[in-house]
Every structure is written in C-alpha cells, then in structure tokens.
C-alpha cells in the first residue's frame, strides 16, 4: 500500500483500501489532486453536487446560515425549513415533506410509513439500491449486499422489473411497491416502456403505496425535476405516494427529504417518527439556495440539452466495446460489450476524467449540471481515448 492508501483504510475501515487520489480542491466540474493534477468530474460525488464544486450561491448559503442559526432541534419551527418544505411540495406536487440527513435514512421512513398501514408484505425490484441501514437494506435487491447481516425485515419480495412480474406478485396485502425510476446503482438502468404508469395503476387498484426512490434521479438529474413528471411516464393527473429525495437537493451538503401525497402524509402519527438533525437550518437554507439556482440559471433545461449532447457524442464514436447507452439527462449508463468498466474508468481517471464503474459492464455518468459543451466535449475525447486502452 501507498501511505495514502493505508491513511485512508486506518480512516475509513469499511472501505476498500484504494483510493485513487486524496482530492484538495474543486470548482465547478474539475477538481484537483493533492499534486496539483486536475480531473473532469463527471460523477459529482454520486449525483450529488448538482452545482459542481465551490459554486459562490453555495458557499454563500453555508457561509450566511452557519453565521446566524445552525441547529436548533424539531422542537422549533426555522425559516429555511419552512421555505424548503414549500419549495418541495411546488416541485413535486406533494403534500407535506419530512426531512432526514440522508437517502437512507428518508428510505427508513417510508420503510416505517409502509409497515405502519398493517400489511405485511413490501415489494421491490431485483438489482434495486434503496440503502444501507437495516431496513432501506432489507428492500435493496442486491443479494450480496444484503447477505452478511440477514435477517432482515420480514416482508420484503424481489421482482423482475417487468409488468407480468408485478401483477402476479401484487395483491391486497401488499404494503407498498417501492422503486428507483431509473436503477442508478445497478449502472443506471431504465424500466421498460410504461412500467411506471402500470406500477401506478396496480397498486391503486390493490391499495398499496407507490413509493418512488428518486435520490439519484431527482434535482433535474434526468432532465426534468423529478423523473416520475417526464411526459407519459404517470397516468394524467396520478402522483406517487412517496417520494424519496437526497443527494442533488443539497448540492453537497448532507440532507434527504420523504415527500408525501395526499393520504400517505396521515399514516404515520406523532411520535412514530424524528431525527435531531433532519431538516436543521443550515441543510435546508443550503438546499434551498441550490434548488434555486437550479431553477434561475435553467439547469434542467441545460441537464436535457448536455445529456442529448453526451448520448449523440457517443454514439458518433461508434466504439466497438459500447453496447449501449441509457438513462436521462445527466444520468447516463454505458454499457460495454465485456467486464472492462473498471478498465475504462481507471484508464480514464490516468487521462484526468472521474467516471464510475456502476458494474462489470456498465459505466455511469452523473456530472453536475452546469457544464456546458465544452465540458462534453472534452469528456468525449478523453473517454474514447481510456476505450482505446482497452486490451485488444
């Protein structure tokens, strides 16, 4: 091991001791190593800083809310959080909001909002992640992620991501059907062609909440707010009962949010659930400083326009090794004709270009939302140069 590698796994002892490079500083999509060498950053720390790095309305927001009010507990009603949760519910149509510090942890409390309808059983998708804590682990449907602390929560049933699937399994004692619109985890897999619409209608007609994890889709990811809102994707006029949100919402800073739709705000009761720090001031006037720099400068319009960019560059190289290319917007998987992901990226991050091996075969793409073509284009070149690293 480098001593840096051993640094990192004396620090941080559930990881894997390899980190590519101790980074020291970033603005906007680049960042630089410890030696001074500079990255294209297109993973944003998983989705999630949708500003890219050292944005000045970001900085500006955790500079003037660390200076006036940081935490004060549930016990008290703020200002940010107010202005979040209203925020919120006129972006997603939803009723009522709950804030946690994470994706997990707002996955918890649906997890909570389904047990608490009575019924036993929850359904979720094969080669879903939903989280790591115990109960977001027990609905993600990675069985090697799930092994090593079985048992779980009882309940929980995989399903092949296809109709037929769900309306075999679905019935009037299912609790909740739980899902990501677009598997990111999994290398940013899409539903087939109407799966959405079909989730909707079979659980309304059973009586179980449609519970949609949009923690890596949501914050203009995919081109639009929320991807549950792209054109066709719901019935007119039907919602989601839940909606998962985290990572791009704080643009950096540590925050997840569990909206609700109509009915589904009343089940859980006072007292079945908190958190200390959800929904604390600095989290939610950061948040809301970046949400609103989303809307003002057009960056889901710009995550629509730069994804079309990316997805008609790679298509344009014509590399032999891509097999495809899926997703919406700035989430985009690019699947590879053999095991070589790891290859590519590690080929790339040599060429100064951050992407992630979502799996063996499947690359993903999560830049933050404000580059612009000069970015994609350089991102085309440096990765069609890692893809003529691979062994022939």
């Given at each position: 091991?480098?001593?840096?590698?051993?640094?990192?796994?004396?620090?941080?002892?559930?990881?894997?001791?390899?980190?590519?490079?101790?980074?020291?500083?970033?603005?906007?999509?680049?960042?630089?190593?410890?030696?001074?060498?500079?990255?294209?950053?297109?993973?944003?720390?998983?989705?999630?800083?949708?500003?890219?790095?050292?944005?000045?309305?970001?900085?500006?927001?955790?500079?003037?809310?660390?200076?006036?009010?940081?935490?004060?507990?549930?016990?008290?009603?703020?200002?940010?959080?107010?202005?979040?949760?209203?925020?919120?519910?006129?972006?997603?149509?939803?009723?009522?909001?709950?804030?946690?510090?994470?994706?997990?942890?707002?996955?918890?409390?649906?997890?909570?909002?389904?047990?608490?309808?009575?019924?036993?059983?929850?359904?979720?998708?094969?080669?879903?992640?939903?989280?790591?804590?115990?109960?977001?682990?027990?609905?993600?449907?990675?069985?090697?992620?799930?092994?090593?602390?079985?048992?779980?929560?009882?309940?929980?049933?995989f399903l092949p991501t296809t109709v037929e699937a769900l309306e075999a399994a679905i019935g009037d004692d299912v609790a909740a059907l739980v899902l990501e619109p677009i598997k990111g985890e999994?290398?940013?897999?899409?539903?087939?062609?109407?799966?959405?619409?079909?989730?909707?209608?079979?659980?309304?007609?059973?009586?179980?909440?449609?519970?949609?994890?949009?923690?890596?889709?949501?914050?203009?990811?995919?081109?639009?707010?929320?991807?549950?809102?792209?054109?066709?994707?719901?019935?007119?006029?039907?919602?989601?009962?839940?909606?998962?949100?985290?990572?791009?919402?704080?643009?950096?800073?540590?925050?997840?949010?569990?909206?609700?739709?109509?009915?589904?705000?009343?089940?859980?009761?006072?007292?079945?659930?908190?958190?200390?720090?959800?929904?604390?001031?600095?989290?939610?006037?950061?948040?809301?400083?970046?949400?609103?720099?989303?809307?003002?400068?057009?960056?889901?319009?710009?995550?629509?326009?730069?994804?079309?960019?990316?997805?008609?560059?790679?298509?344009?190289?014509?590399?032999?090794?891509?097999?495809?290319?899926?997703?919406?917007?700035?989430?985009?998987?690019?699947?590879?004709?053999?095991?070589?992901?790891k290859d590519v990226s590690a080929a790339a991050f040599e060429l100064g270009l951050i992407v992630n091996a979502a799996a063996d075969d499947r690359v993903r793409l999560a830049p933050p939302l404000?580059?612009?073509?000069?970015?994609?284009?350089?991102?085309?070149?440096?990765?069609?140069?890692?893809?003529?690293?691979?062994?022939?």
């Amino acid at each position: 091991m480098t001593p840096d590698t051993q640094r990192f796994r004396d620090a941080m002892f559930s990881y894997a001791p390899t980190p590519l490079a101790v980074l020291s500083r970033g603005e906007g999509a680049r960042v630089w190593d410890a030696d001074g060498k500079e990255y294209l950053d297109f993973l944003a720390g998983i989705a999630v800083n949708a500003l890219g790095h050292a944005h000045p309305v970001f900085v500006d927001a955790v500079s003037r809310q660390a200076a006036t009010l940081a935490h004060v507990s549930n016990y008290f009603a703020t200002e940010p959080q107010l202005e979040l949760a209203e925020r919120l519910q006129r972006l997603t149509g939803g009723d009522a909001v709950f804030f946690g510090n994470s994706g997990t942890e707002v996955i918890e409390a649906a997890v909570k909002v389904a047990r608490r309808t009575g019924r036993p059983r929850i359904l979720a998708l094969e080669k879903s992640f939903h989280g790591r804590t115990m109960g977001a682990l027990s609905i993600t449907g990675k069985p090697a992620l799930r092994a090593p602390f079985e048992p779980l929560l009882d309940g929980p049933e995989f399903l092949p991501t296809t109709v037929e699937a769900l309306e075999a399994a679905i019935g009037d004692d299912v609790a909740a059907l739980v899902l990501e619109p677009i598997k990111g985890e999994a290398g940013v897999l899409d539903l087939p062609p109407g799966y959405l619409a079909a989730a909707r209608e079979l659980t309304a007609r059973h009586g179980a909440l449609l519970v949609l994890d949009e923690i890596q889709t949501g914050a203009g990811r995919t081109g639009d707010w929320f991807a549950f809102q792209h054109a066709g994707e719901l019935p007119e006029g039907a919602t989601p009962d839940l909606v998962a949100l985290a990572k791009g919402i704080g643009g950096g800073f540590p925050i997840g949010a569990l909206v609700a739709f109509g009915g589904a705000q009343h089940i859980l009761q006072p007292g079945d659930h908190g958190t200390t720090f959800g929904g604390n001031p600095l989290a939610t006037a950061t948040a809301n400083a970046v949400l609103g720099e989303i809307e003002r400068a057009g960056l889901v319009e710009n995550s629509r326009a730069m994804g079309e960019r990316i997805r008609d560059g790679l298509a344009a190289l014509s590399h032999p090794a891509i097999t495809d290319v899926s997703g919406r917007g700035l989430l985009v998987g690019i699947g590879l004709a053999g095991p070589w992901a790891k290859d590519v990226s590690a080929a790339a991050f040599e060429l100064g270009l951050i992407v992630n091996a979502a799996a063996d075969d499947r690359v993903r793409l999560a830049p933050p939302l404000t580059i612009d073509s000069s970015d994609v284009d350089r991102f085309l070149d440096l990765f069609s140069t890692a893809l003529e690293r691979l062994p022939a």
